[in-house]
């Protein structure tokens, strides 16, 4: 582990402050974790892949390939990849909530399938939480030390332009 300033460890706690308060204000309805067999053996640049196959299924699974490919609309998701504290325990965090109701439960109903039918290599299981009662909020960023730690799956995050959060605006 490298040495962290002070200054950045004060920049982190804002960021981390910031991103929990914006992952709160969007409301999200579901919190899930996906997991592998071999934890230990999977590297990161194959968890964001991962983790950007899975998201890029669910939303056609459940908004159809019209809405997704042609009228680029997705459901509204924030994804991290994690190596555990040890470094030997790579898994995927999301946040997730659908437009209507029955998102919400073809949500809970494919995620499960999709994470062990997408040729996703080693794939083990994903536990889903209603994130109103697990209130995971800042969970995911527990990993986040320093500035530099890639943890967000940007390319697996899905949010729409209208939900913006002056804190996260003041804290980068």
Not at 103 to 128: P, Q, T
């Amino acid at each position: 582990m490298r040495y962290v300033s002070t200054a950045e460890q004060v920049q982190v706690r804002k960021l981390k402050d910031a991103i929990a308060d914006w992952i709160a204000e969007n409301d999200f309805t579901i919190f899930g974790t996906l997991n592998y067999y071999n934890a230990k053996n999977i590297r990161l640049n194959k968890a964001h892949k991962d983790a950007a196959t899975f998201m890029r299924k669910l939303n056609l699974t459940i908004l159809g390939k019209h809405k997704v490919d042609r009228l680029n609309t997705y459901l509204n998701s924030i994804t991290f990849v994690e190596r555990g504290r040890n470094r030997d325990n790579t898994h995927i965090h999301f946040f997730i909530k659908g437009e209507t109701l029955q998102d919400e439960k073809d949500i809970s109903y494919y995620a499960y399938r999709i994470w062990n039918k997408a040729n996703i290599i080693n794939a083990n299981n994903v536990v889903l939480k209603d994130e109103a009662y697990a209130q995971r909020r800042s969970y995911c960023l527990k990993e986040q030390q320093a500035l530099d730690d890639l943890i967000l799956c940007t390319n697996a995050c899905n949010v729409s332009l209208s939900t913006t959060n002056k804190a996260l605006v003041k804290a980068a």
